[in-house]
């Protein structure tokens, strides 16, 4: 059946906008979204209203959000009978209210690529837009096109070991236009997404920040003579050139393309200030001030290479601790996952609750400025321990365990993917990407899953309104 997806201009202030119709997104005026985009500092402000809302699909782990939903199909979380959370872990995706969940993350998504797709149909008709702010502006927003499209067809997409290459599985939407967009097979669809990360790529080459100043000199206002905007500053919380590069290690490794995904990581991991320092580094224990609840240091912002940032998050009322959506792990999760009692993870991101019958994620403890990582450093170094050749693969996860401080056994052919795919599940608890390495590594039995697991439940169908639509 020839597909198509609906989509129409989006006005970067509707942010709290409906749809009439599953993916058809029409602006309230298109006379106010035009002048936004008359000065430099509107192009800056649409961007910026693309990070504000990344919350909705990237915010910290609870019953609220992507990340909860997809560590539920991992099997991670305690689940009440009956609930979606249940439902996920079983793979029931037929049922209405896993179906409707779902739908919720899907439409999001669209709605970023659509906020993206404004911004890059105006960036070229203007030519006011100083050569600095062009890079960063078109370079980002190709970047986060690319990452949310990823994301889309991480979830909904077949697993990469498995492609029909015949099959059109999602829309990639480069334009804004009310005209129908086709979907794509998998090669079409992963060549518009590469293709997008090498132009974001480019431009940010040219001017990024980060290039030239550390993440220390870019979180001060100690360059304002050089860089007059804030958006110049907090880069390594914005979709900077090495966000990119990390992206794109991501992306080479689940297409298989070691050789990439070796280079790219590399770039990200080696990757040194004017000084000789290196720009990022794996954090420690010593990083972890666990009195300071005031700004967040549990998620080590030295290691973030992307993320995104909440000004305001009270962790008592926003994350459970005084009712509501704190969510739990069965301790026999906890001491599968853990049995080095040096492990700062265990004791910093893990805590028991008060009747101490179960485990409850830290990780996001705050009351003030909260950071929260999109890709950060340890996927590099797990990125390159799981495709280097054994001998340089060893040296990269021993410093990787020794930043941890958790027991450093040698990888062999023989343990090397499910030793990897184990810290992926310690050090990515409560950040969504456990389910992912679980899909692209093919695992048939899934930890803490009773069926085993093969297409049928890594690849997500669509939501039945989309479906409906097409029909």
Excluded at 229 to 247: D, S
Excluded at 302 to 312: A, F
Excluded at 317 to 346: A, E, H, P, W
Excluded at 374 to 384: A, D, G, N, P, V
Aim: one cysteine or more; aromatic letters at 14%; glycine letters at 6%.
């Amino acid at each position: 059946m020839k597909k198509f997806i609906y989509w129409g201009l989006l006005l970067v202030t509707m942010f709290a906008s409906s749809c009439e119709e599953w993916l058809t997104i029409r602006p309230k005026d298109k006379i106010e979204k035009a002048k936004l985009y008359e000065t430099e500092e509107g192009f800056w402000q649409a961007l910026n209203g693309i990070y504000a809302l990344l919350y909705d699909n990237y915010g910290v782990v609870n019953s609220s959000w992507q990340p909860y939903y997809l560590e539920n199909l991992a099997g991670i979380w305690t689940v009440s009978a009956n609930s979606v959370g249940e439902k996920l872990a079983k793979h029931a995706y037929k049922d209405a209210g896993v179906d409707s969940k779902l739908a919720e993350v899907f439409l999001k998504f669209y709605k970023l690529i659509a906020h993206c797709n404004t911004i890059l149909s105006y960036v070229d008709k203007v030519d006011f837009l100083p050569e600095r702010s062009y890079n960063l502006i078109k370079g980002e927003a190709l970047a986060l096109r690319a990452f949310f499209h990823f994301d889309l067809i991480r979830i909904w997409g077949p697993m990469p070991t498995n492609v029909d290459e015949g099959y059109t599985y999602l829309p990639y939407v480069t334009q804004v236009s009310k005209q129908s967009m086709p979907y794509y097979t998998y090669t079409d669809y992963m060549k518009l997404l590469q293709e997008d990360l090498i132009a974001a790529e480019a431009l940010l080459g040219k001017s990024e920040p980060l290039l030239k100043y550390s993440c220390d000199e870019l979180n001060t206002s100690t360059l304002m003579d050089e860089y007059d905007r804030l958006e110049f500053y907090y880069r390594q919380h914005h979709m900077n050139y090495f966000g990119v590069c990390a992206l794109r290690a991501r992306f080479a490794l689940w297409m298989g393309d070691k050789e990439s995904a070796v280079t790219y990581a590399k770039i990200v991991k080696d990757a040194k200030n004017a000084n000789g320092s290196s720009k990022f580094r794996l954090g420690t224990a010593a990083d972890i001030d666990m009195s300071n609840n005031e700004n967040n240091t549990r998620s080590l912002g030295m290691e973030h290479i992307i993320g995104h940032y909440i000004s305001y998050f009270n962790w008592d009322s926003s994350y459970g601790r005084t009712g509501g959506d704190q969510i739990y792990m069965d301790i026999s999760k906890v001491n599968d996952l853990f049995s080095d009692g040096n492990d700062y993870r265990k004791a910093n991101w893990i805590q028991m609750t008060e009747d101490k019958k179960y485990m409850t994620i830290n990780k996001y403890i705050c009351y003030n400025n909260l950071w929260v990582p999109l890709i950060r450093l340890s996927e590099m170094y797990l990125i390159l321990a799981e495709t280097l050749p054994l001998d340089e693969a060893n040296v990269v996860y021993k410093e990787f365990c020794e930043a941890k401080g958790c027991s450093y056994e040698v990888l062999s052919e023989g343990n090397r993917q499910n030793k990897i795919l184990m810290e992926y599940y310690r050090d990515f608890l409560g950040e969504g990407q456990i389910f992912y390495a679980n899909k692209r590594m093919a695992v048939e039995s899934m930890l803490w899953i009773k069926e085993d697991v093969a297409e049928g439940q890594y690849m997500l169908p669509l939501p039945s309104r989309e479906s409906d639509l097409l029909n």
